[in-house]
Structures are given as structure tokens and as C-alpha cells.
């Protein structure tokens, strides 16, 4: 099974917005409203940031959100700060398994 | 709160099997279904499979031929086997609650399992 595309990088400036894209196919993030989206800062274990496309976890700041069209899916963060930087990784149910995305390297300038 | 800790050898032999135990704390274990997911040195994460405590497994179809999860109720844990391992294995062993939703909320801090002779 391939993993999801995601941009290797992307970057803004503190009080910005950036969208990471995670695309798939239709037997993945196309097919079913399981997309979710990972922080992960080095030596960390991942955060859960976004689940169910666009559902947020108690805690994460409402300056993140996801949505999802056709087989891309994506992570949008407003108001981009310091601590976001970070690597993030798109996931999505495929069907019989979880696949996740390589992730990419967000870089706040 | 929910914590979770992986423990098991760091490093281990080409052809031998890898074998990692999660210990969840401040939940049962009967709550959630509980997952493994691995990232090798410099790449992405990668599902592995998934364990719910009656005994529901789900693996990666990558790995289904190599990899066994189970659970101890009784002491509030959940296990992964990886056998045949080679240098590809080389990464770091997260455990998680959550299964093929994607949804996973609680890991531990992982573990890196280093595979070489």
C-alpha cells in the first residue's frame, strides 16, 4: 500500500496561515470521513490534532482545523506561532488498514 | 490521565523476533482498542496493527505475515511480536489507543528498537 502525499515542507510567518495538503485516493481519504492529523515535535510522541477530518480533541487551539475534498485532505493553521513548528502527518483509514501520510516539515519563519 | 510506556530490548538480532510491551496506566485496558505504530530513522510513521482486549486484531497487510499483538488484562498491557526482523525494523516503537479510525489519542514516548548483529 502507498502512503498519503504530503508536501515535504511548507513555511509562513508567525501570525499567518499555512495549509498542509494530504492527498490520496478514493480507497482511502476519498472513500471515508477518517482523516487525521499528527504534531511531531523531535523526541516526542506524536499529538493528536484532528480527527474525523475537521473534529478537534479537547485542548488543541481552534486555530487549527481540517477539511477534506474529493481525496485531499487538509490541515489548516491560522495564526501560525513559534511553538508550531513541527513535523505533521495526514492518516487515513484505507479500507482494511490505517495508512498514514510522509509527513511534512513546518517551518515558521 | 492515560499513560502509556513501551518497554523491551533496544537492540536486536537480524532474523530474530522483536518483542515490545505497552503498560497502560490511569484506564482500563478493556476501554479502548490499543495500537502500535513505528517510525523509522528519518522517515514517516507507519501503522502497524491494532488489539481490542476481547481479542479483535487488525495488522498492516505490509506486516500481517511477520506481527502478532495481544493482550494481558490482567496486568493492564498489550504486546507486540515482530518476527524475522532486519534492518529495515530499525525505527521507534510508539504504542496508542485507537484503531482503523485514525483516531489516536493517548501514546507513549517510544521506544527505539535497533535491529544488527
Known amino acids: 500500500q502507498s502512503a498519503l502525499t504530503q508536501p515535504r515542507s511548507v513555511s509562513g510567518s508567525p501570525g499567518q496561515s499555512v495549509t498542509i495538503s494530504c492527498t490520496g485516493t478514493?480507497?482511502?481519504?476519498?472513500?471515508?470521513?477518517?482523516v487525521s492529523w499528527y504534531q511531531h515535535h523531535p523526541v516526542k510522541a506524536p499529538r493528536l490534532m484532528i480527527y474525523d477530518v475537521s473534529q478537534r480533541p479537547s485542548g488543541v487551539p481552534d486555530r487549527f482545523s481540517g477539511s477534506k475534498s474529493g481525496n485531499t485532505a487538509s490541515l489548516t493553521i491560522s495564526g501560525l506561532q513559534a511553538e508550531d513548528e513541527a513535523d505533521y502527518y495526514c492518516c487515513s483509514y484505507a479500507g482494511s488498514y490505517t495508512v498514514f501520510g510522509g509527513g511534512t516539515r513546518l517551518t515558521v519563519l | 490521565q492515560v499513560q502509556l510506556q513501551e518497554s523491551g530490548p533496544g537492540l536486536v538480532k537480524p532474523s530474530e523476533t522483536l518483542s515490545l510491551t505497552c503498560t497502560v496506566s490511569g484506564v482500563s485496558i478493556t476501554s479502548y482498542y490499543w495500537s502500535w505504530i513505528r517510525q523509522p530513522p528519518g522517515k514517516g510513521l507507519e501503522y502497524i496493527g491494532y488489539i481490542f482486549y476481547s481479542g479483535i486484531t487488525n495488522y498492516n497487510p505490509s506486516l500481517k505475515s511477520r506481527v502478532t499483538i495481544s493482550v494481558d488484562t490482567s496486568n493492564n498491557q498489550f504486546s507486540l511480536k515482530l518476527s524475522s526482523v532486519t534492518a529495515a525494523d530499525t525505527a521507534v516503537y510508539y504504542c496508542?489507543?485507537?484503531?482503523?479510525?485514525?483516531?489516536?489519542?493517548?501514546w507513549g514516548q517510544g521506544t527505539l528498537v535497533t535491529v544488527s548483529s
Open positions: 496508542s489507543s485507537g484503531y482503523y479510525t485514525g483516531k489516536f489519542d493517548f
Open positions: 478514493s480507497s482511502d481519504v476519498g472513500g471515508y470521513n477518517f
